[in-house]
């Protein structure tokens, strides 16, 4: 969704066409090895969901991109986080909820709130201006930052990790600058640039945070 965005707004920062068509074969990809894994009814159950939105949202995604296929996709989107959200919980629940499970879900979950700023942030610069638009980026942006104090304060931390997380507290802070933002003061590039770092930085902790909970 993000990067349908970006490039119905000509933002062309890390080359959104190309990373379109990685994301989508890497979640295809994620959700086959999850049907796989998936050991109990469950999760076969949120991952079957999962995969009957997924395919209509690539039905969409495939057309034009203009306004009224990118508030199509939003809505749909909405209901691929929901069924994705589903799948994540009935995993958590085959690892027995442990703390490092928890830990490695909030810091994943991370990593989706990134692109979600970012797509609601990107329908709001196209002149998208749909209230809901606007509370969803404001709720996005304070579980984002809510989780990030309870990642910065985990006993699991390690040197590493709580290096890592300085730089995300970094951007964290830069990123907070769109709260001055006016109507005519978006600044698309500068958030899909932030925001992608967030997303690959979120992705490395989630990483170092999944090898503890794996010994």
């Known amino acids: 969704m993000l990067r349908l965005g970006q490039i119905g707004l000509e933002v062309w920062y890390a080359s959104p066409r190309e990373q379109l068509k990685k994301a989508m074969q890497l979640y295809q990809t994620q959700l086959n090895n999850l049907i796989e894994f998936a050991a109990s009814a469950k999760s076969q159950d949120a991952l079957k969901h999962a995969e009957t939105v997924w395919q209509q949202y690539k039905t969409i995604a495939g057309g034009n991109i203009n306004k009224t296929n990118l508030i199509r996709l939003n809505q749909q989107s909405e209901e691929l986080l929901a069924a994705s959200q589903a799948v994540v919980q009935a995993l958590v629940e085959e690892a027995q909820a442990t703390a490092q499970a928890q830990i490695v879900d ?13 797509k609601f942030y990107l329908l709001l610069s196209w002149g ?26 985990s006993s699991l931390n390690t040197a590493e990790i709580k290096q890592a997380l300085v730089v995300v507290d970094r951007q964290w802070r830069f990123f907070q600058l769109t709260r001055i933002m006016g109507e005519d ?28 909970s794996a010994q």
């Open 106 to 118: 909030i810091s994943g979950r991370q990593r989706m709130l990134s692109q979600r700023m970012a």
């Open 128 to 153: 998208l201006n749909d209230p809901l638009y606007k509370v969803e980026f404001d709720k996005a942006k304070l579980e984002f930052s809510t989780a990030l104090e309870t990642l910065n304060g």
């Open 185 to 212: 003061s978006y600044l698309p590039s500068i958030v899909a640039r932030t925001t992608e770092s967030l997303l690959k930085d979120m992705n490395r902790i989630t990483g170092m945070y999944a090898k503890i």
